[in-house]
Every structure is written in structure tokens, then in C-alpha cells.
């Protein structure tokens, strides 16, 4: 979508803000995610590499797309924010979904600690399907048509759907289990998953629900933001906490057990 030439002061700075605050939630939740890794066992430490991978990546790529976006608009001395003629770089955003996708569906399958060969061939199909969700979505991200811009999107919602299915059912049958508390953190990740993910199709179609111009641009770029933070922060503190739980469930506790100790 091509960026409007001019903003209103609330609407520059409703995206400026809500990009400053991405960067701080990624970074908060890379130190976050990086600490607590002491206190989980061997079993689930991948789980909280990977989040502490994705925050980490994402953080870099809203600091980048911040920049882009500040080089885009000047004030003007009407007060209002008029294009600069430096292009607003929305390639950082799918690059970045491109490695983080990947990465939070291997977070979730880490967690879930399946057995080997069920995990490597599911990790294979759900990476393939995340990459074409992403690389298909793009042509229609950039394009001001909006036939063009639905087309696409049918296309990548094919991927979606499976990759959603996938992970959904296997959350399923993990949260098959006795044990209460695991059960039910594993209920509300799948209730998370299938929240914040299905938030992403939504900011894309708000070009093409007659919110025009501007409005249009403000509304894509604060959903994506809310959307990055719910599935990379909250779901890495979901994933943290069900590790704990599983690990209770299976009589190990940090306090008890430290990682020296386990050696
Ligand atoms: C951290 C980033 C995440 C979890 C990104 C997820 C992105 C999606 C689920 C995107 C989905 C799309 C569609 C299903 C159709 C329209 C195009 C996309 C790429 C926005």
C-alpha cells in the first residue's frame, strides 16, 4: 500500500509511539526470556532460546522500521506531517515475520516435547507453510489494488489455516492430560494463538474496509504492532509458564534442583 502523503499530528505520533513501544516490549521481554532460561531443566530450555531468538530479531527489525517511519514524514508549519520522499521500508516487518515465524512454531512444538520423530517431520510441513504464508501475503502488502491485495491474501490464508489447524490440534491432544495446570495453560495458549495470529489477516484488510487514506495506513501499522507484541512476548511468557508447570508436574523444581546440580 502506498503511504499517504500527509498525516494529521494524532496519527504520526499514534504510530511513532506504538513502534517505540514494540521496540521497548521486545527488549524487556529478550532480558526476561534470556534470565529466567536458569530456571527451567535441559528439556525445556530450547523453548525459551527460541523466544528469547524472537524477541531479540523482532526488537532489531522495529528499531529499523521506527527509523524508516521517522524518515518518512516531516512537520510541516501547519503542524501537520507531510512525506519526505524517503520510502517507508514495510520489507522489514515481512523479513522479520520470515525468520520469527519459523521460530515461534519451533518454540511451540519445543514445549509440547514430542516425541523425535513426530517432531521433525511436523516442524518441516509447518516451516514450508509459514514461509509461503509470509512470502505470499507480501505482493498484496505492497500493492494499492485491492483486488490485488485479495487475492493474495487468499492465497496465503490457505497456509495459515493449515499452519492454525496444526498447531491448534496438537495443543489439543498435549492439553489430553491430568494434570489441571498444564491443562489449562495449554487451553489458553491455544485461545491465544488462534486470537493473536487471526489478528494479523484483520490488519491487513483494513485498506479494504473503506477506512481510506491515512486512516487506513495508522490502522495497519498499530494492529501489526499490538499483534507482534501479543505473539512474541505473551506468547514466550505463556510458553515460560507452562514449562514451569510441566516441570512441577514432573516433581523438578529450580529451587530444589539448581542447573549445577543437574550436571
Ligand atoms: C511475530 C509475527 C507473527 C506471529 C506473524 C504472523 C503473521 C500472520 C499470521 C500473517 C497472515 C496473513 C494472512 C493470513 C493473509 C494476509 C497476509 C498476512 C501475511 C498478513
Known amino acids: 500500500m502506498s503511504l499517504p502523503l500527509e498525516l494529521s499530528s494524532g496519527e504520526f505520533q499514534l504510530v511513532y509511539n506504538m513502534l517505540s513501544l514494540a521496540i521497548a516490549a521486545m527488549f524487556a521481554s529478550f532480558a526476561f526470556f534470556v534470565m529466567v532460561q536458569q530456571q527451567l531443566t535441559a528439556k525445556y530450555r530450547p523453548a525459551m532460546i527460541l523466544s528469547s531468538l524472537v524477541v531479540g530479531i523482532a526488537g532489531y527489525h522495529y528499531w529499523r522500521i521506527f527509523n524508516s517511519w521517522e524518515g518518512a514524514y516531516a512537520l510541516n508549519e501547519a503542524g501537520r506531517y507531510v512525506a519526505t520522499g524517503e520510502a517507508f521500508n514495510d520489507a522489514y516487518r515481512y523479513v522479520d515475520w520470515l525468520l520469527t515465524v519459523p521460530l515461534l512454531v519451533a518454540e ?9 520423530e513426530r517432531r521433525g517431520s511436523m516442524m518441516a510441513r509447518l516451516v514450508v507453510a509459514s514461509a509461503l504464508m509470509i512470502g505470499l501475503g507480501y505482493p498484496g502488502e505492497i500493492s494499492g489494488d485491492a483486488t490485488t491485495r485479495v487475492v493474495w491474501a487468499v492465497l496465503s490464508t490457505i497456509p495459515f489455516v493449515y499452519i492454525l489447524f496444526v498447531l491448534y490440534t496438537q495443543l489439543g491432544q498435549a492439553a489430553n492430560i491430568k494434570d489441571s495446570e498444564v491443562k489449562v495453560l495449554l487451553r489458553n495458549t491455544q485461545l491465544l494463538l488462534l486470537g493473536t495470529w487471526g489478528f494479523y489477516p484483520i490488519a491487513y484488510a483494513m485498506p479494504l474496509l473503506g477506512i481510506g487514506g ?9 494492529g501489526y504492532s ?14 515460560y509458564h507452562i514449562a514451569r508447570a510441566k516441570m512441577a508436574a514432573e516433581g523438578v523444581d529450580e529451587a530444589e534442583e539448581p542447573r549445577l546440580a543437574l550436571k
Do not use: N
Not at 499490538?226 to 510458553?239: E, H, Q, S, V
Open 226 to 239: 499490538i499483534a507482534d507484541i501479543a505473539a512474541k512476548c505473551g506468547y514466550g511468557t505463556m510458553i
Open 108 to 116: 511451540l512444538v519445543a514445549v509440547l516435547a514430542l516425541p523425535k
Open 214 to 222: 491515512s486512516g487506513a495506513t495508522v490502522a495497519l501499522q498499530v
